[in-house]
Protein backbone atom coordinates (compact mmCIF):
# COMPACT_ATOMS: atom_id res chain seq x y z
CA UNK A 1 0.00 0.00 0.00
CA UNK A 2 1.06 3.84 -0.66
CA UNK A 3 0.18 6.74 1.07
CA UNK A 4 1.12 9.95 0.01
CA UNK A 5 1.30 12.72 3.31
CA UNK A 6 0.62 16.03 3.01
CA UNK A 7 2.05 18.14 6.35
CA UNK A 8 1.22 21.50 6.59
CA UNK A 9 3.86 23.16 9.30
CA UNK A 10 2.11 25.23 11.93
CA UNK A 11 4.70 28.75 12.43
CA UNK A 12 3.21 32.24 13.14
CA UNK A 13 3.48 33.34 9.59
CA UNK A 14 0.72 30.81 8.70
CA UNK A 15 -3.38 30.55 8.77
CA UNK A 16 -5.09 27.07 8.63
CA UNK A 17 -8.78 26.71 7.74
CA UNK A 18 -10.23 24.06 9.60
CA UNK A 19 -13.51 24.53 8.30
CA UNK A 20 -13.00 24.09 4.49
CA UNK A 21 -10.15 21.51 4.79
CA UNK A 22 -12.79 19.63 6.58
CA UNK A 23 -15.59 20.36 4.30
CA UNK A 24 -15.20 21.03 0.87
CA UNK A 25 -11.56 20.01 0.64
CA UNK A 26 -12.04 16.52 0.79
CA UNK A 27 -15.00 16.54 -1.07
CA UNK A 28 -13.04 17.55 -3.81
CA UNK A 29 -10.59 14.92 -3.24
CA UNK A 30 -13.11 11.91 -3.28
CA UNK A 31 -14.55 13.48 -6.53
CA UNK A 32 -11.07 13.63 -8.26
CA UNK A 33 -9.58 10.29 -6.98
CA UNK A 34 -12.45 7.90 -5.71
CA UNK A 35 -12.07 6.70 -9.89
CA UNK A 36 -8.59 7.03 -9.64
CA UNK A 37 -7.44 4.42 -6.82
CA UNK A 38 -7.81 6.28 -3.71
CA UNK A 39 -8.59 3.88 -1.13
CA UNK A 40 -9.21 6.50 1.82
CA UNK A 41 -8.90 9.77 3.56
CA UNK A 42 -7.02 10.05 7.02
CA UNK A 43 -6.44 13.48 8.70
CA UNK A 44 -4.73 14.21 11.75
CA UNK A 45 -5.05 17.17 13.63
CA UNK A 46 -2.26 18.52 15.25
CA UNK A 47 -3.11 18.91 19.27
CA UNK A 48 0.44 18.41 20.99
CA UNK A 49 4.16 18.28 20.94
CA UNK A 50 7.36 17.59 22.69
CA UNK A 51 7.66 18.89 25.82
CA UNK A 52 4.02 18.97 26.62
CA UNK A 53 2.74 22.32 26.40
CA UNK A 54 5.26 22.99 23.16
CA UNK A 55 3.31 23.98 20.02
CA UNK A 56 2.04 21.46 17.57
CA UNK A 57 4.79 21.33 14.77
CA UNK A 58 2.08 21.04 12.11
CA UNK A 59 -1.54 22.38 11.54
CA UNK A 60 -2.60 18.98 10.54
CA UNK A 61 -1.26 15.64 8.24
CA UNK A 62 -3.31 14.84 5.45
CA UNK A 63 -2.99 11.05 4.18
CA UNK A 64 -4.32 9.40 1.01
CA UNK A 65 -3.97 5.32 0.59
CA UNK A 66 -3.49 3.98 -2.64
CA UNK A 67 -3.02 0.36 -3.50
CA UNK A 68 0.03 0.75 -6.01
CA UNK A 69 2.40 3.77 -6.62
CA UNK A 70 0.99 2.98 -10.38
CA UNK A 71 -2.29 4.27 -9.25
CA UNK A 72 -0.56 7.21 -7.24
CA UNK A 73 1.39 8.31 -9.88
CA UNK A 74 -1.74 8.38 -12.69
CA UNK A 75 -4.44 10.09 -10.08
CA UNK A 76 -1.71 13.14 -9.33
CA UNK A 77 -0.75 13.38 -12.93
CA UNK A 78 -4.64 14.34 -13.73
CA UNK A 79 -5.28 16.09 -10.76
CA UNK A 80 -2.51 17.87 -9.17
CA UNK A 81 -3.37 21.32 -10.60
CA UNK A 82 -6.79 20.81 -8.73
CA UNK A 83 -5.52 20.83 -5.49
CA UNK A 84 -2.40 23.14 -5.91
CA UNK A 85 -5.39 25.27 -6.72
CA UNK A 86 -7.43 24.83 -3.64
CA UNK A 87 -4.26 25.06 -1.20
CA UNK A 88 -5.00 28.66 -0.69
CA UNK A 89 -8.09 28.37 0.08
CA UNK A 90 -7.10 27.30 3.66
CA UNK A 91 -3.92 27.78 4.25
CA UNK A 92 -1.32 30.49 3.84
CA UNK A 93 1.85 28.90 4.00
CA UNK A 94 3.76 25.80 2.18
CA UNK A 95 2.72 22.40 2.31
CA UNK A 96 5.33 19.50 2.63
CA UNK A 97 4.53 15.96 0.36
CA UNK A 98 5.53 12.42 1.56
CA UNK A 99 5.02 9.95 -0.48
CA UNK A 100 5.18 5.83 1.89
CA UNK A 101 4.76 2.38 1.21
CA UNK A 102 3.22 1.83 4.20
CA UNK A 103 4.74 -1.58 6.53
CA UNK A 104 2.02 -3.14 8.76
CA UNK A 105 3.52 -5.34 11.67
Known amino acids: M ?5 MYPNSSASTFDWDYYLGPHPALAKKF ?4 GLLRIEI ?5 AFPP ?6 HTLG ?18 SEFIEDQPKYLSGESIIQISGV ?3
Open 2 to 6: IRLSV
Open 33 to 36: LAQR
Open 44 to 48: DRGVG
Open 53 to 58: GAPVLF
Open 63 to 80: HLFFHRMQDLESAMAATA
Open 103 to 105: VET
